[in-house]
């Protein structure tokens, strides 16, 4: 979809909001017959304090773009829900919304079976900031996430907290420290989401604290978005393993992902091995 289609699909699904709105739902007074269902363009400006002109031309489809506060604004003068909303950001050009209440992360039962479904390849399934959700049993074994955490036990189960604080986790990765460039740099993109979230601030003066590799590298203020690739480990009982990373979005809530690392073929077999002895 080009810049024009995407104006064009942004104008449509405004109006179809609007019509879907009755004039009592948002505030005003009942009224006689309307020609045509739902709000006025006009009220919908006023709810959303923005100019009736400049909320024409962007149902018009004009190349115009609204920032993130008039998007917020439309979102709660529309009613929209949160897929909606995710939707209304799409479709303007923005990056996807935070959550607007910090809300406890639920998973469900699917993404748990499908990480469990993974068998011998690790997998993880993160929150906004970082807490691990849900994990099986290859990632439990080889990225060591139940060991106790003797420093601070309220960031057990976060994954920047583990790979910067937890030295057996440190101690299995052979490039760490391109890794954790890339870990934290990738950190800082997802944290730009959530300016108003002190629990992200509070996990990262608590790792400056203990890691002075998390404060150098932090400081280095590298950002990026992805980090697929390659990887490799030393497990003190399998040896090296290697794989291939890649993250999957959950389509219902963008907050939530899954990391999912591949073994290559020899690493597979090694897998396999270990796990038919181990359970």
């Known amino acids: 979809m080009n810049d024009s289609e995407r104006r064009k699909v942004l104008g449509e699904f405004l109006r179809n909001r609007r019509a879907n ?5 948002a505030g005003f007074p009942p009224t006689n017959p309307r020609r045509k269902p739902g709000l006025r363009r006009e009220e919908v400006a006023q709810i959303a304090n923005v100019g009736v002109s400049w909320y024409t031309w962007l149902e018009q489809g004009r190349d115009i ?3 993130v506060q008039v998007l ?3 979102s709660r003068a529309l009613r929209l829900t949160p897929d909606e909303r995710r939707h209304l950001y799409l479709l303007s050009g923005q990056s996807l919304p935070p959550q607007v209440n910090q809300i406890e992360e639920k998973t469900g ?7 469990n479904e993974l068998g011998s390849a690790p997998a993880i399934v993160i929150g906004r900031r970082w807490d691990y959700l849900v994990w099986n049993k290859a990632a439990n074994d080889i990225f060591a996430i139940s060991q106790p955490d003797r420093i601070n036990p309220s960031y057990e189960l ?3 907290w583990q790979f910067f604080a937890n030295p057996v986790l440190k101690g299995r990765f052979r490039a760490w420290e391109q890794v954790a460039s890339g870990v934290v740099a990738e950190f800082r ?3 730009a989401r959530y300016l108003e979230d002190s629990s992200f601030d509070g996990l990262i003066e608590d790792l400056k604290a203990v890691n002075a590799d998390f404060g150098r590298l932090w400081l280095q203020h590298h950002a990026r978005s992805v980090l697929d690739g390659y990887i490799a480990l030393e497990h003190p009982v399998l040896g090296i393993l290697e ?3 890649t993250t999957l979005q959950v389509p219902s809530d963008p907050d939530i992902r899954m990391m999912m690392f591949l073994p290559l073929q020899e690493t597979r077999n090694n897998l396999v091995h270990y796990f038919e002895r181990n359970q």
């Open 65 to 67: 773009h609204p920032s």
């Open 72 to 74: 917020e604004s439309l």
């Open 189 to 191: 993109t997802a944290k």
């Open 109 to 115: 039962s699917l993404l748990q079976q499908a990480v």
């Open 158 to 160: 976060n994954l920047l």
């Open 243 to 245: 794989f291939e990373h």
């Open 21 to 25: 709105l009755c004039p009592g739902d």
